[in-house]
C-alpha cells in the first residue's frame, strides 16, 4: 500500500458487479513536468501486433479475451441455462462478471504500461487516426478490435501527455 500525496477531501466505497471493493479518493496534487527532449514517435497500430513505431519497435498485445474465449462461452453458456432470481444464477453471474473483470484488468494495465514508457520517452507522438466505432460495425474484426482497446490507448495518451506536458 503506497501513501497518498495529501490529505484527501473525499473518500468512496465503490463496488463493482463482480463483488469487488474499491477506494477512491480525492487528493491534490502538483503535476510534474517532465524534461523536454527531441525524441519523437509514430504510432501504427495493427491487429497481429498491437503497435508498431516509427523506429522499428513492435509491440505485441495481451489480447486477453482470445486466449480465454473457451471459458467464457462455458461462463456464458452456464449462466445463460440458469433461472433468473435464483441463487445459482446469482452465482453465475457473478463468475461471468469476474471473468470480464479480469479481463478488463488485464487490458487496462497493459494499455496503462505502455502509454505511460510512450509519454516519458517522448516529446511528440503521432497516432494513426482510425475510425475504431466504424470499423467494430465489422462483424469479422469487431471481436479483435474490442479485445485490444485502441480506443482507450488513444485517450490514455492523450489525457496522459496533457498533464504532463501542459
Same mark, same amino acid.
Given at each position: 500500500m503506497r501513501k497518498l500525496p495529501s490529505e @484527501?477531501?473525499?473518500?468512496?466505497?465503490?463496488?463493482d +458487479?463482480?463483488?469487488?471493493? &474499491?477506494? +477512491? &479518493? =480525492?487528493?491534490?496534487?502538483? @503535476?510534474?513536468?517532465? @524534461?523536454?527532449?527531441?525524441?519523437? =514517435?509514430?504510432?501504427d497500430l495493427g491487429i497481429k501486433t498491437f503497435a508498431t513505431f516509427s523506429n522499428g519497435t513492435k509491440i505485441d498485445a495481451p489480447k486477453p479475451l482470445k486466449k480465454r474465449i473457451k471459458?467464457?462461452?462455458?461462463?456464458?453458456?452456464?449462466l445463460s441455462n440458469k433461472t433468473?432470481?435464483?441463487?445459482?444464477?446469482?452465482?453465475?453471474?457473478v463468475r461471468v462478471a469476474k471473468f470480464h473483470a479480469k479481463l478488463k484488468d488485464t487490458r487496462t494495465? &497493459?494499455?496503462?504500461?505502455?502509454?505511460?514508457?510512450?509519454?516519458?520517452?517522448n516529446q511528440?507522438?503521432?497516432?494513426?487516426?482510425l475510425n475504431v466505432s466504424g470499423m467494430v460495425k465489422n462483424r469479422k474484426l469487431s471481436r479483435a478490435i474490442s479485445d485490444l482497446g485502441w480506443r482507450q490507448f488513444r485517450t490514455f495518451v492523450r489525457r496522459k501527455s496533457r498533464k504532463v506536458w501542459s
Open positions: @484527501p477531501s473525499s473518500v468512496t466505497v465503490i463496488k +458487479s463482480a463483488n469487488r471493493y &474499491f477506494l +477512491s &479518493f =480525492v487528493v491534490e496534487i502538483k @503535476p510534474e513536468t517532465l @524534461p523536454k527532449t527531441d525524441n519523437s =514517435v509514430g504510432i471459458k467464457y462461452r462455458k461462463l456464458s453458456k452456464s433468473k432470481g435464483s441463487k445459482r444464477y446469482e452465482k453465475a453471474r494495465d &497493459f494499455l496503462h504500461k505502455l502509454s505511460t514508457e510512450i509519454i516519458c520517452e511528440t507522438i503521432v497516432l494513426e487516426d
